[in-house]
């Protein structure tokens, strides 16, 4: 037996519990957001100091020079510089793409005589 008191009672709880669903909704997603937005931070200034220690690096001179001789082989003039290919290098080497016996332009020079030719699948 629902009396009019427990009627409006429930419009009451049914009304405060609807009008708290929309912003706890909002509360939730911005909670979410602000985790999102604290990792992206997180990751962002561990770059900055990766770049930072990349920078010092780079204004050091010694670096400089060291990863010029090694990278890109430079050396001082009347310096001879030296290359070890190690013996499993050729094997390496040989995997690889085999390069064309013909000049890439003989090539190219055949396959527009073989467009311009007849198709024999149309039987022309």
């Known amino acids: 037996m629902l009396t ?25 997603m911005q909670q979410s957001q602000i985790a999102q937005l604290k990792e992206d931070r997180a990751r962002m ?14 204004t050091d001179e010694d670096y400089v020079e060291r990863e010029a001789r090694e990278r890109l082989h430079y050396q001082y ?22 390069a064309p016996t013909e000049p890439w332009f003989t090539e190219l020079w055949r396959s527009v005589e073989e467009a311009d030719g007849p198709d024999p699948d149309r039987g022309l």
């Open 4 to 28: 009019s008191r427990a009627a409006i009672l429930a419009l009451v709880v049914c009304v405060i519990a609807l009008s708290l669903a929309y912003p706890l909704r909002e509360y939730v």
């Open 45 to 58: 200034e561990e770059n900055v100091a990766h770049l930072q220690e990349r920078e010092e690096a780079l």
């Open 77 to 98: 003039p009347g310096e001879t510089a030296y290359i070890v290919v190690r013996p499993g290098a050729d094997d390496e080497a040989d995997a690889g793409p085999t």
